[in-house]
Protein backbone atom coordinates (compact mmCIF):
# COMPACT_ATOMS: atom_id res chain seq x y z
CA UNK A 1 0.00 0.00 0.00
CA UNK A 2 1.03 3.57 -1.10
CA UNK A 3 2.49 5.58 2.31
CA UNK A 4 1.63 8.83 0.50
CA UNK A 5 -1.03 9.09 -2.41
CA UNK A 6 -2.04 12.60 -3.52
CA UNK A 7 -5.44 12.44 -5.69
CA UNK A 8 -6.28 15.68 -7.85
CA UNK A 9 -4.29 17.65 -5.60
CA UNK A 10 -4.88 21.49 -6.20
CA UNK A 11 -3.68 24.51 -4.35
CA UNK A 12 -4.43 27.89 -5.04
CA UNK A 13 -2.90 30.91 -3.01
CA UNK A 14 -4.40 34.01 -2.44
CA UNK A 15 -8.04 35.76 -4.55
CA UNK A 16 -8.71 37.60 -7.35
CA UNK A 17 -5.76 39.83 -9.11
CA UNK A 18 -3.49 38.40 -6.59
CA UNK A 19 -4.33 34.53 -7.16
CA UNK A 20 -1.87 31.95 -7.99
CA UNK A 21 -2.43 28.11 -8.66
CA UNK A 22 0.66 26.39 -7.75
CA UNK A 23 -1.02 22.68 -8.02
CA UNK A 24 -3.46 22.25 -10.65
CA UNK A 25 -4.23 18.89 -10.57
CA UNK A 26 -1.74 16.78 -9.04
CA UNK A 27 -1.84 13.11 -8.74
CA UNK A 28 0.91 10.42 -7.88
CA UNK A 29 1.57 7.67 -4.96
CA UNK A 30 4.84 7.15 -3.00
CA UNK A 31 5.38 3.57 -1.60
CA UNK A 32 6.43 2.85 1.79
CA UNK A 33 10.62 2.68 0.97
CA UNK A 34 10.55 4.29 -1.97
CA UNK A 35 13.42 7.28 -2.57
CA UNK A 36 11.74 10.12 -5.02
CA UNK A 37 13.09 13.19 -6.53
CA UNK A 38 10.62 15.71 -7.64
CA UNK A 39 12.24 17.54 -10.23
CA UNK A 40 10.96 21.18 -12.10
CA UNK A 41 11.84 24.42 -12.84
CA UNK A 42 11.46 27.61 -10.39
CA UNK A 43 8.10 28.15 -9.20
CA UNK A 44 6.80 24.91 -10.58
CA UNK A 45 5.52 24.19 -7.07
CA UNK A 46 7.64 22.01 -6.09
CA UNK A 47 8.18 23.59 -2.06
CA UNK A 48 4.42 23.79 -1.95
CA UNK A 49 3.88 19.95 -2.83
CA UNK A 50 6.37 19.04 -0.29
CA UNK A 51 4.64 21.26 2.43
CA UNK A 52 1.27 19.85 1.42
CA UNK A 53 2.90 16.25 1.83
CA UNK A 54 4.53 17.44 5.03
CA UNK A 55 1.29 18.39 6.75
CA UNK A 56 2.97 21.96 6.58
CA UNK A 57 0.16 23.35 4.53
CA UNK A 58 -2.99 21.80 3.26
CA UNK A 59 -4.43 21.59 -0.11
CA UNK A 60 -7.36 23.69 -1.74
CA UNK A 61 -8.80 20.61 -3.62
CA UNK A 62 -8.17 17.15 -3.69
CA UNK A 63 -7.32 13.99 -1.87
CA UNK A 64 -4.63 13.29 0.14
CA UNK A 65 -3.99 10.08 2.06
CA UNK A 66 -1.15 9.35 4.50
CA UNK A 67 -0.51 5.70 5.37
CA UNK A 68 -4.43 5.19 3.78
CA UNK A 69 -6.12 7.65 5.84
CA UNK A 70 -7.47 10.78 4.63
CA UNK A 71 -5.30 14.16 5.88
CA UNK A 72 -8.78 15.68 7.07
CA UNK A 73 -9.92 13.22 9.14
CA UNK A 74 -6.37 13.84 11.65
CA UNK A 75 -7.56 16.39 14.88
CA UNK A 76 -5.04 18.80 15.27
CA UNK A 77 -3.30 17.26 18.09
CA UNK A 78 -2.74 13.79 15.37
CA UNK A 79 -1.83 16.38 13.13
CA UNK A 80 0.70 17.70 15.81
CA UNK A 81 2.09 14.09 16.34
CA UNK A 82 2.89 13.36 12.80
CA UNK A 83 4.48 16.41 11.92
CA UNK A 84 6.61 15.77 14.92
CA UNK A 85 6.82 11.84 14.88
CA UNK A 86 5.93 10.59 11.19
CA UNK A 87 8.01 13.04 9.03
CA UNK A 88 11.55 15.07 8.98
CA UNK A 89 11.93 18.05 7.29
CA UNK A 90 14.87 19.69 5.52
CA UNK A 91 13.21 23.41 4.36
CA UNK A 92 14.76 25.20 1.51
CA UNK A 93 15.98 27.85 4.14
CA UNK A 94 17.26 25.54 6.61
CA UNK A 95 14.88 27.59 9.13
CA UNK A 96 17.69 26.88 12.10
CA UNK A 97 17.31 28.82 15.23
CA UNK A 98 20.69 31.63 15.51
CA UNK A 99 20.44 32.10 19.31
CA UNK A 100 20.86 28.14 19.58
CA UNK A 101 24.15 25.75 19.69
CA UNK A 102 24.15 23.60 16.57
CA UNK A 103 23.16 20.87 19.18
CA UNK A 104 20.28 22.65 20.77
CA UNK A 105 19.25 23.13 17.17
CA UNK A 106 19.59 19.16 16.25
CA UNK A 107 17.89 18.55 19.51
CA UNK A 108 14.49 20.15 18.90
CA UNK A 109 12.67 16.96 17.53
CA UNK A 110 13.36 14.75 20.60
CA UNK A 111 12.05 17.38 22.70
CA UNK A 112 8.56 15.62 23.27
CA UNK A 113 9.92 11.71 22.61
CA UNK A 114 10.49 11.05 26.45
CA UNK A 115 13.79 9.64 25.90
CA UNK A 116 16.65 9.75 28.38
CA UNK A 117 19.26 12.71 28.47
CA UNK A 118 22.14 10.08 27.76
CA UNK A 119 20.15 8.70 25.18
CA UNK A 120 19.54 12.08 23.73
CA UNK A 121 23.38 12.99 23.84
CA UNK A 122 24.55 10.15 21.88
CA UNK A 123 21.97 10.02 19.43
CA UNK A 124 22.73 13.74 18.69
CA UNK A 125 26.35 13.28 18.93
CA UNK A 126 25.66 10.32 16.73
CA UNK A 127 24.11 12.60 13.73
CA UNK A 128 26.32 15.64 14.13
CA UNK A 129 29.29 12.52 13.38
CA UNK A 130 27.73 11.39 10.60
CA UNK A 131 27.08 14.46 9.15
CA UNK A 132 30.82 15.33 9.72
CA UNK A 133 29.92 18.79 12.05
CA UNK A 134 30.37 17.07 15.65
CA UNK A 135 33.17 19.78 16.16
CA UNK A 136 30.27 22.42 15.73
CA UNK A 137 28.20 21.06 18.61
CA UNK A 138 28.38 24.03 20.81
CA UNK A 139 28.65 27.10 18.22
CA UNK A 140 26.15 29.03 18.02
CA UNK A 141 24.00 28.76 14.81
CA UNK A 142 24.22 32.65 13.69
CA UNK A 143 28.13 31.53 13.02
CA UNK A 144 28.12 28.97 10.95
CA UNK A 145 28.77 28.74 7.03
CA UNK A 146 25.82 27.99 4.03
CA UNK A 147 27.02 24.85 3.78
CA UNK A 148 27.14 24.01 7.99
CA UNK A 149 23.90 25.86 8.03
CA UNK A 150 23.07 22.44 5.60
CA UNK A 151 23.86 20.01 7.62
CA UNK A 152 22.71 20.97 10.94
CA UNK A 153 19.26 21.21 9.31
CA UNK A 154 19.41 17.77 7.62
CA UNK A 155 21.09 16.47 11.33
CA UNK A 156 17.76 17.83 12.68
CA UNK A 157 15.32 16.43 10.36
CA UNK A 158 16.93 12.70 11.20
CA UNK A 159 17.57 12.63 14.75
CA UNK A 160 14.04 11.75 15.23
CA UNK A 161 14.64 8.96 13.03
CA UNK A 162 10.94 9.99 11.29
CA UNK A 163 9.13 7.95 8.69
CA UNK A 164 9.53 9.85 5.55
CA UNK A 165 12.12 12.59 5.24
CA UNK A 166 11.28 15.35 3.27
CA UNK A 167 14.09 17.26 1.74
CA UNK A 168 13.75 20.37 0.03
CA UNK A 169 17.13 21.52 -2.16
CA UNK A 170 19.07 19.93 1.05
CA UNK A 171 22.29 19.63 -1.00
CA UNK A 172 22.25 23.23 -2.99
CA UNK A 173 24.66 25.03 -0.84
CA UNK A 174 27.53 21.85 -0.42
CA UNK A 175 30.58 21.17 -2.09
CA UNK A 176 30.68 17.51 -4.08
CA UNK A 177 32.57 15.57 -1.33
CA UNK A 178 29.81 16.76 1.22
CA UNK A 179 26.77 16.25 -1.22
CA UNK A 180 27.90 12.87 -2.08
CA UNK A 181 28.07 12.55 2.33
CA UNK A 182 24.78 13.75 2.49
CA UNK A 183 23.03 11.58 -0.10
CA UNK A 184 24.67 8.52 1.31
CA UNK A 185 23.33 9.01 4.47
CA UNK A 186 19.92 9.59 2.43
CA UNK A 187 20.54 5.97 0.48
CA UNK A 188 21.24 4.34 3.41
CA UNK A 189 18.58 5.33 6.09
CA UNK A 190 16.40 4.43 2.68
CA UNK A 191 18.22 1.17 2.87
CA UNK A 192 17.08 0.84 6.51
CA UNK A 193 12.99 1.09 5.18
CA UNK A 194 12.44 5.03 4.88
CA UNK A 195 10.89 6.89 2.72
CA UNK A 196 12.54 9.83 1.40
CA UNK A 197 11.53 12.43 -1.25
CA UNK A 198 14.27 15.10 -2.20
CA UNK A 199 13.46 18.41 -4.05
CA UNK A 200 16.21 19.15 -6.42
CA UNK A 201 17.58 20.94 -9.38
CA UNK A 202 20.24 18.51 -9.95
CA UNK A 203 20.50 15.55 -11.86
CA UNK A 204 23.11 13.75 -10.24
CA UNK A 205 21.19 14.30 -6.60
CA UNK A 206 18.16 12.71 -8.74
CA UNK A 207 20.00 9.85 -9.72
CA UNK A 208 20.66 8.83 -6.06
CA UNK A 209 16.89 8.13 -6.38
CA UNK A 210 14.66 5.36 -7.53
CA UNK A 211 12.39 7.43 -9.54
CA UNK A 212 11.79 10.97 -10.60
CA UNK A 213 8.59 13.04 -10.16
CA UNK A 214 8.20 15.43 -12.99
CA UNK A 215 6.47 19.12 -12.26
CA UNK A 216 5.88 21.73 -14.97
CA UNK A 217 3.42 24.79 -13.66
CA UNK A 218 1.66 22.98 -11.39
CA UNK A 219 1.30 19.84 -13.06
CA UNK A 220 2.72 16.50 -13.22
CA UNK A 221 4.72 15.55 -16.59
CA UNK A 222 5.41 12.33 -18.40
N1 LIG B 1 2.82 31.76 0.28
C1 LIG B 1 2.60 32.01 -1.01
N2 LIG B 1 1.73 32.97 -1.39
C2 LIG B 1 1.48 33.21 -2.69
N3 LIG B 1 2.07 32.57 -3.71
C3 LIG B 1 2.95 31.61 -3.40
C4 LIG B 1 3.28 31.28 -2.03
N4 LIG B 1 4.20 30.28 -2.03
C5 LIG B 1 4.44 30.02 -3.33
N5 LIG B 1 3.69 30.79 -4.15
C6 LIG B 1 3.65 30.74 -5.63
O1 LIG B 1 3.32 29.42 -6.01
C7 LIG B 1 4.11 29.01 -7.14
C8 LIG B 1 4.90 27.76 -6.77
O2 LIG B 1 5.85 28.10 -5.77
P1 LIG B 1 6.83 27.04 -5.13
O3 LIG B 1 7.53 27.70 -4.00
O4 LIG B 1 6.06 25.80 -4.81
O5 LIG B 1 7.83 26.76 -6.35
P2 LIG B 1 9.17 25.87 -6.42
O6 LIG B 1 8.96 24.89 -7.53
O7 LIG B 1 9.49 25.34 -5.08
O8 LIG B 1 10.27 26.93 -6.88
P3 LIG B 1 11.84 27.04 -6.50
O9 LIG B 1 12.55 26.01 -7.32
O10 LIG B 1 12.18 28.42 -6.95
O11 LIG B 1 12.00 26.85 -5.04
C9 LIG B 1 4.98 30.21 -7.49
O12 LIG B 1 4.36 30.91 -8.53
C10 LIG B 1 5.01 31.03 -6.23
O13 LIG B 1 5.16 32.40 -6.51
MG1 LIG C 1 11.04 25.71 -3.74
Redesign the pocket.
Known amino acids: MSIISMNEIYKT??SGE?E?K?LRGVSFSIDKGDMIAIM??????????LNIIGCIDSATGGKYFLDGRLIETFDSGEMAKLRNEMFGFVI?DFALIDRYSVYKNVKIPLTYSHKSISYEKDRVENVLSQLKILDKKNTMASNLSGGQRQRVAIARAIVNEPEIILA??PTGALDSDTEDDVMNIFRSLNESGKTIVI?T?DTKIASYCDRIIR?CD?VIEG
Open positions: YGTVAGPSGSGKSTLQDEVHIG
